[in-house]
């Protein structure tokens, strides 16, 4: 027997090991299940999260006006001073250089060079993925050309695919900013022609929306802090163990106690611009949906948010038994079928991820969340549609990326 609401009245929904919850009103959607296997200290701080990203993602989902923006001005205010760091250092290192002590202007060169700030290199960014270019895969470049030209977004440089992502991203790097974007097999096996476009939609309107130029010129206030907390994390060892005496003894500890202090305070600072930088990273993933609904319509974009919830059922599907040569294929009709067959259940999974993928430290707002807002955008006809021809194509151009993951995925289940 199952419980009801105690105010609609309606069974309530559950899922294993999950609290159930209203799937009407959402009451105790937002508990979270029992975190086990940690300390204290981390069951406190990830409630708390869990609470606050809760709301945070509901108050974005209603549309309702968060605090305008000022978290970016200010990060890229701290940027801008991080910055200035290596700038005064290669100022004052060419002026020592000139005027002497050189060996201070060549340190100063050193720390100029460790602290400068970094625009991403391609090549490391594509290290492990397949580059697909234009005349290997014909139909899928002139499809984003489509979908580039509906959404007023800039075509990407690359396109690139990394066989086992269940997902997709984009980004930009090097001095030349190059736009790069990949995509997951997966995720690709997973959804159907309109689906794709919303994808495309989405992702490009991270170019449109200049997303990545936004996120570099916070890059430095994101990332120093953090490295300064783990830079100045204290050893493990004690002063004992390493059988110190006397007062290398007492330097030592105190060393320790007081790298550990500030260890933690830079972490807390890293840790509140981190989730000042991901209010604005759920914004822009909002306005990435709106461009996915003008390239898609709406339903294909729920569509997507869908499949995308239901990920965990697919799990099984997308394996290494599959015939060589047919894995695409044959990952496209199991996923078709579980998806027909789990119909029903996609909402409480979609639902689910309003509870799981709540946090303030999360660059997303939860799935189930996103299908809410799109669900509240006016419908509106699809900007790019793919006929059965085109479709074929482009599945056929990325089948072979297919292959290498069930040589991959096959491989591992031997071991
Ligand atoms: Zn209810
Ligand atoms: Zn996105």
Not at 123 to 128: A, D, F, N, Q, S
Request: net charge positive.
């Amino acid at each position: 027997m199952t419980d009801t609401c105690p105010t609609c009245a309606v069974p309530l929904a559950v899922e294993e090991d999950e609290p159930p919850w209203c799937p009407r009103c959402e009451w105790n959607l937002d508990a979270l299940a029992p975190i086990e296997h940690s300390t204290w200290f981390y069951r406190q701080i990830r409630t708390r999260d869990h609470r606050a990203g809760f709301r945070a993602d509901k108050l974005l989902a209603t549309g309702t006006p968060v605090r305008p923006g000022g978290g970016h001005g200010l990060l890229v205010a701290v940027s801008a001073v991080l910055l200035a760091v290596p700038a005064a250092a290669v100022v004052a290192a060419i002026w020592l250089l000139v005027a002497g002590p050189v060996v201070i202007g060549l340190l100063l060169l050193l720390v100029a060079y460790l602290v400068r700030p970094r625009l991403g290199r391609v090549r490391t960014i594509l290290k492990g993925l397949y580059r697909l270019d234009a005349d290997r895969a014909p139909a899928l470049h002139a499809l984003i050309d489509r979908v580039a030209a509906a959404t007023g977004a800039p075509r990407p440089d690359i396109v690139a695919v990394e066989p086992g992502l269940w997902g997709a991203w984009t980004t930009v790097a090097g001095i030349r900013q190059r736009r790069i974007l990949t995509l997951g097999i997966p995720l690709v096996a997973s959804v159907e022609r309109g689906e794709l476009v919303a994808l495309l939609g989405h992702e490009l309107g991270h170019f449109a929306n200049r997303d990545s130029r936004r996120r570099m010129l916070t890059m430095p206030a994101r990332v120093t802090f953090g490295h300064i907390a783990s830079g100045l994390r204290p050893s493990r060892v004690s002063g004992m163990e390493r059988d110190l005496l006397g007062l290398y003894l007492i330097v030592y500890e105190v060393w320790r106690l007081v790298s550990g202090m500030l260890s933690w305070l830079a972490f807390a600072v890293h840790a509140t611009i981190h989730v000042s930088a991901a209010r604005d990273d759920r914004r822009a993933e909002q306005e990435a949906d709106r461009l996915a609904v003008r390239a898609a319509g709406r339903a294909a974009t729920l569509g997507l948010l869908d499949a995308t919830a239901a990920f965990p059922l697919f799990h099984g599907a997308i394996s290494g038994v599959a015939r060589k040569g047919y894995a695409m294929a044959e990952w496209r009709e199991r996923v078709a079928l579980s998806r027909a067959r789990n119909e029903s259940r996609t909402g409480t999974l979609r639902q689910l991820t309003i509870r799981t993928e709540a946090s303030l430290f999360s660059s997303h707002p939860s799935t189930g969340r996103r299908h809410q807002f799109v669900s509240a955008l006016p419908d509106t006809a699809p900007a790019v549609t793919v006929n059965d021809a085109e479709w074929a194509t482009v599945v056929r151009e990325l089948a072979p990326y297919a292959e290498t993951l069930r040589k991959e995925l096959a491989e591992q289940y031997e071991m």
